[in-house]
């Protein structure tokens, strides 16, 4: 059997599995979020042509999470099947053993290793920051208004002040408006008997329109005033500016955690080096816990092979748990976690190859 269509056949039944598994789990993760971000919007405390973006920028930090085990899955599905189906047996009676089968998964891990180092150490935290900054920026300017009703409202410092008594409940429409605002040569006091306002969702400046009132417009203690009568009056707003602020350690980025000397960081620099390794070393485990005996059905072991994923990857987080507390010195971080799985991975091989009784 010619090792480039062996290989490439195998890759092919992995990298379609890995991609099945990876596009339910992440459907199923993505909705989760949007149910949350869609309960915001429904709030009004954000826009909701801000939706999919937030969502779309979430799915590249799940992509972190998914990958080792949707991997895991996908080699054990697809060998499982082989082996169900004989096509495992009529390899090995051509020739063919584990080191050839380990191969197509080897390059297909190591690829999706290099993916998930780009996702966890830069790419993952740009996006979180991004989705972060998009909806505190977004919340903001929606919450941004220079009337209450029944109060008086200031803004800019103290350079303009607002009333309105009524306001709708949508916030677009005003009853009798009052408004103080100062300017570079004098002062104008502005009354209406309604008004009307929009929001521009991009920058948050705000339109005011006033109808059928007064301003009034001179220097504060002078009696000289302009007095104009208007229909209508526009203003425009224009929104505070918005200062981001990121308070998640998992958002930081690469550079910033490595030069920390704060547990808590380099907790989190350990977190982000396990994923590309937990990718390889869940390969080898793969194909050792996907065999196989004669009656055992096709899916038989995806039960053991999605506790050894979860143990592996709580022992990362104890172990990330332990690197922030003191417990356990950052130079030693979690490759203890990875030597117990290599050395599991290395038994079962052994096993496999009879070198172990």
């Not at 056949?9 to 949350?36: D, K, P």
């Not at 991997?71 to 189906?85: E, F, P």
């Not at 390889?280 to 999605?306: D, F």
Request: net charge positive; hydrophobic share 50%; glycine share 10%.
């Amino acid at each position: 059997m010619k090792g480039g269509i062996l290989d490439r056949y195998l890759m092919r039944e992995a990298a379609g599995a890995w991609a099945a598994a990876t596009f339910v789990l992440l459907t199923i993760m993505i909705s989760t979020r949007f149910a949350s971000v869609l309960n915001f919007a429904a709030k009004g405390e954000i826009p909701r042509g801000l939706l999919f973006q937030v969502v779309l920028l979430s799915s590249l930090r799940y992509l972190v999470i998914l990958i080792p085990a949707t991997l895991l899955l996908a080699i054990m599905v697809s060998l499982g099947r082989l082996y169900s189906d004989n096509e495992i047996a009529a390899m090995t009676g051509c020739g063919v053993g584990m080191g050839r089968l380990y191969r197509p998964f080897l390059w297909l891990a190591a690829a999706l290793a290099v993916f998930t180092a780009a996702l966890a150490f830069e790419v993952g935290p740009w996006a979180g920051r991004e989705a972060d900054y998009r909806v505190k920026s977004a919340k903001q300017l929606v919450q941004f208004s220079p009337f209450e009703a029944g109060q008086f409202t200031t803004i800019g410092g103290g350079k303009a002040t607002f009333y309105t008594s009524t306001m709708s409940d949508a916030g677009d429409k005003l009853g009798e408006v009052f408004a103080r605002i100062e300017e570079t040569d004098g002062a104008s006091i502005v009354v209406a008997n309604r008004g009307e306002q929009v929001t521009d969702p991009a920058s948050g400046e705000r339109e005011v329109d006033l109808f059928d009132g007064y301003r009034y417009f001179g220097t504060p203690g002078s009696p000289k005033y302009d007095v104009v009568k208007f229909r209508e009056l526009k203003l425009r707003l224009a929104a505070p500016p918005f200062n981001y602020v990121n308070n998640q350690r998992k958002l930081e980025s690469m550079g910033e955690l490595i030069g920390s000397h704060d547990l808590q960081d380099q907790a989190e620099v350990a977190g982000r080096i396990a994923a590309p390794i937990s990718v390889l070393v869940l390969a080898l485990l793969a194909v050792p816990l996907s065999h196989l005996g004669p009656r055992e059905g096709r899916y038989g072991k995806l039960v053991l092979g999605i506790g050894v994923y979860l143990v592996y990857a709580n022992l990362i987080s104890f172990g990330q748990a332990w690197i922030g507390q003191g417990k356990l010195s950052p130079e030693l971080g979690v490759w203890w976690v990875h030597a117990l799985m290599l050395m599991l991975a290395g038994s079962l091989i052994a096993r496999r190859q009879g070198w172990l009784q």
